[in-house]
């Protein structure tokens, strides 16, 4: 555990690269006017939530798995569970945990603000995967620890999921376009860019739909499973109406975009 820090970096830095590679090779073609510029702010916040999350919590979900397992707490080690079994289910567990988080964030009004930041994003790249505000990034945190500690999760199967999760985000929101045959098979084992852009659908009956992040068996689970946009994966219109504008996308602007309850410009918007 001593190289979390090491390891979580090496693959998030590989798999940005590979996906911003990815992008320039298999693009959707899709128009993206402003592409780039949304960059800075998107790589900004998880630099600004890695710091928050070093201030509040250094140590991690990782470090908090190390403190649970020195006390023996939590489910696992009660029923003596061997670590054969322990690690993959504990993935299990902390990504069916990040898939009804992810649902209740889009439910409660006051949380759909936080994580609405994410949706207003006007177009999908990688970056997408990394938009999240740090308010919710800690909360998440505090939810991932409270799993973690029930759950008596190995430290290994946590650092597994955090790497995991992290390559996913990036990967299901990359605009890539993956061969029609290849996709339908490959959504049956990961949440693929296809099905993810259903989620990010402006229509509020798809994006409150394919809640999964890196496994998709909760959405056919739990109902909430959305093959395809109605009007078509191309021709979906991606963000939240009335947050799409190019200003809107500053960082200073994403950062206070939850205390504001409404656009600003008269647009439909849920929440209060």
């Given at each position: 555990?001593?190289?979390?820090?090491?390891i979580r970096l090496g693959v998030f830095l590989g798999v940005l690269a590979a996906m911003v590679l990815a992008e320039r090779i298999?693009?959707?073609g899709l128009a993206m006017p402003l592409g780039w510029r949304r960059w800075p702010a998107n790589l900004a916040l998880p630099l600004i939530g890695s710091v928050l999350l070093r201030l509040v919590a250094p140590a991690g979900?990782?470090?908090?798995?190390?403190?649970?397992?020195?006390?023996?707490?939590?489910?696992?080690?009660?029923?003596?569970?061997?670590?054969?079994?322990?690690v993959p289910l504990a993935v299990l567990v902390l990504d069916l945990s990040i898939y009804w988080q992810h649902r209740v964030f889009h439910h409660v009004p006051v949380l759909w603000r936080l994580h609405r930041m994410h949706h207003a994003d006007p177009e999908l790249d990688a970056t997408t995967g990394l938009r999240f505000h740090p308010v919710e990034i800690l909360l998440s945190l505090g939810i991932k620890a409270t799993v973690v500690t029930a759950l008596g999760a190995p430290p290994l199967a946590v650092l597994a999921f955090e790497v995991l999760l992290n390559a996913t985000s990036l990967f299901n929101h990359a605009d890539i376009r993956i061969p029609v045959g290849a996709e339908r098979w490959l959504r049956r084992l990961v949440v693929t860019p296809d099905m993810h852009r259903t989620h990010h659908s402006e229509v509020q009956a798809e994006t409150d739909g394919c809640f999964g992040f890196c496994l998709p068996w909760w959405d056919h689970l739990f109902g909430s499973y959305r093959a395809t946009p109605a009007a078509g994966l191309d021709d979906a219109v991606i963000g939240v109406p009335g947050w799409r504008i190019a200003?809107?996308?500053r960082l200073d602007r994403l950062l206070l975009q939850p205390f504001a309850s409404t656009p600003p410009v008269d647009f439909p918007q849920r929440g209060p």
């Open positions: 555990m001593a190289a979390e820090a090491a298999w693009a959707r979900a990782v470090g908090v798995a190390v403190w649970a397992e020195a006390r023996g707490l939590g489910l696992l080690p009660a029923l003596g569970a061997p670590f054969w079994l322990a200003r809107q996308q």
